[in-house]
């Protein structure tokens, strides 16, 4: 068995209680209990709607987890249980990650046609240079290490890309609504630190239970800041992040900014 099957077996292990010390279990339990408070908070003030795939991703780790919990496995179980769960997180990352980057373009349709087509392009870059990197990392020896590291590298190429669409956020003064700069703060509080994490338990450079305990961390500061911070109103209250770093240059960035998507909206056209 490889070194990385171990690791995994000894995070699905936190549903049997078996195999992971109570501080491990502690971080493991309030990891679930952060999507269930998310899930409610989103429930209780009504825009549910506004975020299906949130909401999905809440529900389909939920699910997860009850179901690690109370149902006695083996340990092919919960390694399929992980390929399963693990599938539809990338599915419903990818979409949440579509979702951001149409909210704080919405009023940029040619800049927004462009990100799509960066998205194109770095997904296959990504691809590219996770497979350079396999001869520093564990070969895939099955389907959890090959979904593995199928998810190291979809999350890294769309942690760039939420660090991408927050640098665009800081650097020019666009409105944005509060919710939408929530939505990024948290994801990249999230996805860079797995994206990292992962890298070093595949690679060997940290313990097998690295990666896990790192990501549920992250996770879980990222369903709180959510929880907390994404209200009803914010969907109508816009903010401009730029304009507190670039207050002088707002005018300039922004006239900047129309410049390029008239130019990109043109080339749309032709």
Request: hydrophobic share 55%; aromatic share 14%; proline share 5%.
């Amino acid at each position: 068995m490889a070194v990385l099957d171990s690791g995994f077996w000894h995070l699905m292990s936190f549903a049997t209680n078996t195999g992971a010390p109570p501080w491990q279990l502690t971080v493991y339990a309030l990891n679930n209990a952060a999507f269930l408070a998310l899930l409610v908070r989103l429930v209780s003030i009504r825009i549910v709607r506004t975020y299906p795939a949130l909401t999905g991703w809440l529900i389909v780790n939920l699910f997860g987890a009850g179901t690690a919990w109370a149902i006695p496995m083996d340990f092919d179980a919960f390694r399929w249980l992980y390929v399963v769960g693990e599938s539809f997180n990338l599915i419903f990352f990818s979409w949440m990650v579509f979702q951001l980057y149409t909210g704080v373009l919405e009023s940029y349709p040619g800049i927004a046609s462009l990100a799509r087509r960066v998205i194109q392009v770095i997904l296959p870059l990504s691809v590219i240079g996770s497979l350079c990197l396999l001869p520093f990392e564990v070969t895939p020896r099955g389907p959890v290490t090959l979904t593995y590291l199928v998810s190291r590298t979809l999350i890294a190429a769309l942690a760039l890309f939420v660090l991408m669409i927050t640098a665009f956020m800081v650097w020019f003064p666009v409105r944005v609504h509060r919710n939408a700069m929530i939505y990024s703060i948290g994801f990249a509080l999230f996805l860079v630190p797995k994206a990292a994490s992962m890298f070093l338990t595949n690679s060997l450079h940290a313990a097998y239970w690295f990666g896990g305990v790192v990501t549920m961390i992250a996770c879980t500061m990222c369903l709180l800041l959510w929880t907390v911070g994404l209200r009803r109103s914010g969907e109508t209250t816009y903010l401009s992040p730029g304009r507190v770093f670039h207050p002088a240059d707002e005018a300039r960035l922004l006239a900047q900014l129309e410049s390029v998507n008239r130019t990109l909206l043109r080339a749309r056209t032709k």
